[in-house]
């Protein structure tokens, strides 16, 4: 049985996140706080084995209580985010502070989404919970000072690079991976990076602002009439695909909502797959953590073109889905730990 604490000083909030839970057999929630002082002690009380937290809350707000949690005895810890400019910036911070993911305030709210509100966080609530200590390892490494990044490609690496492009497909605990990836190139990186982050779109523009902050990288929200540059990162919209498009002396990208049908946009499988069929060989693939199968189908239509492909270990995932998924299937060249990723990437643009 999973022991959920549900802390928001919305009492609509606390009965709607509970409801929802409580329909599922596996899980129990043990109590419910008005706030982040009153969570901190339901914590050390009931011991439960995921947190859902509000941000924004007298007394003790969730940032505050977060920080404590993580401190005193770190568990997977579920924010409840309002999806605006500031709920991303708030969330984010979060995320850099240990949180494993977030749940949508929105859920509140009588619409036809409902349903699959409620199946996303029994489905996370499972996932973070049968994954608490690799969650507690995933964020202590996270949550360390970012490296310093690489001095210079050039002092490690001589030629031309095989591979200019990078395409990143990441979803679950993305945010800090991504960061302590990105914080970690230096410079003068040869080549450009594509990335499709599973967020809502209120969501992408900060991230990727917080991101071109801690960088030495260039990193935008991708936008029609960006062209693929070394050293330039781009981030696919949330609620939008990102695809390639390879003309004669250039690489467009194109953000369009084509494929409509697909459960994730942006999806890695879409932006991979065009990646493959864009620049082939000349890329390689990066499955990080997340929940599902997103980037397999991808990743092997660029492994039929030539390219390469990298994993995230299992044991600094936050969730191993996604890269499992690639590692299942023969499809991962190399399987590698988070600290490890900066290096990886750069040794694969010349293999």
Known sequence: MIKVLVVDDSAFMRKAISTML???PGIKVVGTARDGSEGLEMVRKLDPDVVTMDIEMPKMDGLTALRQIM????RPVLMVSSLT????????????LGAVDFIPKQLSKVSLDVVKIEKDLIAKVKTVAA??????TATRTSARPLSSPVKSVAASATGKPKRDVIAIGVSTGGPPVVQKILSSLPADFPASIVIAQHMPAAFTGPFAKRLDGVSALTVKEAENGDILKPGHVFIAPGGRHVVLDQKISRVDVVVTDHPAGELYKPSANVLISSVAQAVGRRALGVILTGMGNDGCEGIRDLKSKGGRALAQSDNTCVVYGMPKAIVDENLADEIVDLDDLAESIIANLYK
Do not use: I, N, W, Y
């Open 131 to 136: 994954r608490k200590m690799r969650h507690v």
């Open 85 to 96: 400019t500031e709920g991303a910036e708030s969330t984010l911070k979060a995320m850099e």
């Open 71 to 74: 401190m005193e005895a770190p």
């Open 22 to 24: 409580d329909k599922d």
